[in-house]
């Protein structure tokens, strides 16, 4: 009998250094709590944190937030994060970028 489970997908931190960075295109100035909710990547600091050394550019700022404690509602800064720039993709340097075309034979 075969087992009907297969080994779960290894979720890459370049995986999700991508995700949360197609997110932040989308959703510039979001909270760690709106990127984990969309992008389910475990711990949303440590990625953020390992994303300037894959050659992202984050922005941190802060943005005033209504936070519902014990018993009640206050607003208190809350951090955010942007994305500034993604990794520049180098071409090959050793694919020509065209057939080369020679006379007939």
């Known amino acids: 009998m075969t087992p009907t489970t297969t080994k779960p997908h ?3 931190r370049t995986d999700q250094a ?3 960075a197609d997110f932040l295109e989308l959703n510039p100035y979001s909270t760690g709590k709106e990127i984990d ?3 389910d990547v475990g ?3 440590k990625v953020i944190s390992d994303m300037p ?4 550019g984050i922005a941190r700022a802060w943005r005033w ?3 519902s404690c014990a018993g009640g509602e206050r ?3 809350v951090r955010t994060y942007a994305l500034t720039y993604r990794p520049d993709t180098q071409p090959d ?3 020509p970028l065209c057939k080369p075309t020679y006379p007939p034979s």
């Open 65 to 67: 937030c209504d936070v």
């Open 37 to 39: 909710a969309a992008c």
């Open 43 to 45: 711990s949303v600091t």
């Open 18 to 20: 991508a995700r949360v």
């Open 75 to 77: 607003s208190r800064m």
């Open 93 to 95: 340097l050793f694919t």
């Open 53 to 56: 050394g894959l050659d992202y």
């Open 10 to 12: 290894q979720d890459t």
